[in-house]
């Protein structure tokens, strides 16, 4: 036998139950508009997936990188601004004493014979030089900047102690050949790959 007052608890009980199940989609909605809003701000990946190479015996991705390496040219910078105004400078031990007292390029911030400071020359333009010896480059590995194949030459310059390297723009090299010096004024790459050399007799 169920008293009245329990019927009616009862009775109760069960209505508070009707009550929730009317009120909870509403709650639940608007939690998962509320979730929704927070999954708009997630976190989220910027980078670009990396690539395994190989996952066996161990895994093994390629993860890119680069890094600017500030590079000063310090005592050398004139010869740098030279190349950009379309001029080859070069160096030379003042020493009197100094049993070397040709111009040099790469240029040196002191004698290497005699460690005295060197002083700048600009050569007079056209700079007129013959080629030493040159080799093809195929592969040029990283770091040089210049398209495959190119010609590596080595130019013998009047007055110089050495014989620097660079490169021919055009053209295909012989040992004693004549080639001019020219300039990467427009757009200059600040290196010394703007300076290069060009046929001066024909081909
Ligand atoms: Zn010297």
Redesign the pocket.
């Known amino acids: 036998m169920i008293s009245k007052g329990v019927k009616e608890e009862i009775s109760m009980v069960k209505k508070k139950v009707q009550t929730k199940k009317k009120v909870q989609p509403k709650k639940k909605a608007q939690m998962k508009k509320r979730i929704h809003k927070e999954k708009e701000k997630q976190i989220k990946f910027i980078g670009q997936v990396i690539k395994i190479r190989q996952t066996e015996p161990a895994t093994v991705i390629e993860w890119p990188r680069s890094i600017t390496h500030v590079h000063t040219y310090g005592m050398l910078s004139p010869f740098f601004k030279g190349l950009r105004e379309g001029r080859l400078m070069a160096a030379r031990?003042p020493?009197e004493k100094?049993p070397?007292n040709r111009l040099w390029i790469p240029p040196r911030a002191h004698?290497p014979?005699?460690h005295?400071e060197m002083v700048w020359e600009t050569l007079p333009n056209p700079v007129i030089g013959r080629i030493y010896t040159f080799t093809e480059v195929v592969y040029a590995g990283t770091g040089i900047e210049l398209s495959t194949p190119y010609w590596q030459v080595d130019v013998e310059i009047p007055g110089l102690a050495t014989i620097p390297k660079s490169y021919l723009l055009y053209g295909k090299p012989h040992i004693g050949m004549k080639v001019k010096a020219e300039f990467r004024t427009k757009n200059p790459t600040n290196t010394v790959l703007d300076y290069y050399w060009v046929p001066y007799e024909l081909l």
Do not use: I
């Open positions: 031990c020493n100094c070397e004698c014979d005699c005295t």
